[in-house]
């Protein structure tokens, strides 16, 4: 049985907008959600243990230890709720992984400067951020718990950006 709900617009149309909940998600997209949430969150933690190595200064290492952390969480909420799907999420392609790392590498050898740092960890959480809303925006029929763990996810992202300004 679906759930609807009504609502008044501004020019006095009724609108029927569908509660997605558990019983009625779109399980396909919902796997392909968790498998994005799970290239997402496992390429952010990786590029930040490659580029830990490089770090010379402790207060935003400290921070980059933090974000590892923090992705260690997520991947493990993504597989429990795969696991509740008897689904395993796809990796992030292994050349994509070996590409950026070799990447990521050779911009920290030219320049070891925090802003560098800064700058580089940037340019990742955008790429993150902007794929996220992109996944949002797109699967508006996924379970609700994988949505909002993307939410929560976003909301990280954009935390870690706003954060990472103050070194540069």
């Known amino acids: 049985m679906k759930k609807t709900m009504t609502k008044q ?8 907008e569908e509660i997605i909940t558990e019983n009625n998600c779109d399980v396909d997209k919902t796997k392909e959600e968790l498998s994005n ?7 952010a933690q990786n590029c930040v243990k490659t580029l830990l190595p490089y770090v ?3 207060e935003i290492t400290k921070v980059l ?5 923090q992705y260690d969480h997520y991947i493990e909420q993504v597989g429990t709720l795969s696991a509740n799907l008897n689904f395993d999420p ?8 070996s590409m950026a790392n070799m990447g990521l590498r050779a911009k ?15 340019q990742g959480t955008l790429n993150g951020i902007i794929d996220l809303y992109r996944l949002i925006r ?13 939410k929560q996810i976003l909301r990280y992202e954009e935390g870690c950006f706003e954060s990472l300004k103050a070194f540069l």
């Open 9 to 16: 617009n501004t020019a006095q149309e009724t609108v029927t």
């Open 37 to 43: 949430l799970y290239k997402n969150v496992t390429m």
């Open 56 to 58: 010379e200064k402790q």
């Open 65 to 69: 230890h933090k974000q590892v952390e």
């Open 90 to 97: 796809t990796p992030a392609p292994k050349m994509l992984v």
């Open 108 to 122: 920290m050898m030219a320049d070891k400067s925090i802003t560098h740092v800064a700058k580089i960890m940037l």
């Open 138 to 150: 797109r699967n508006k029929t996924v379970h609700p718990d994988v949505m909002l763990l993307s």
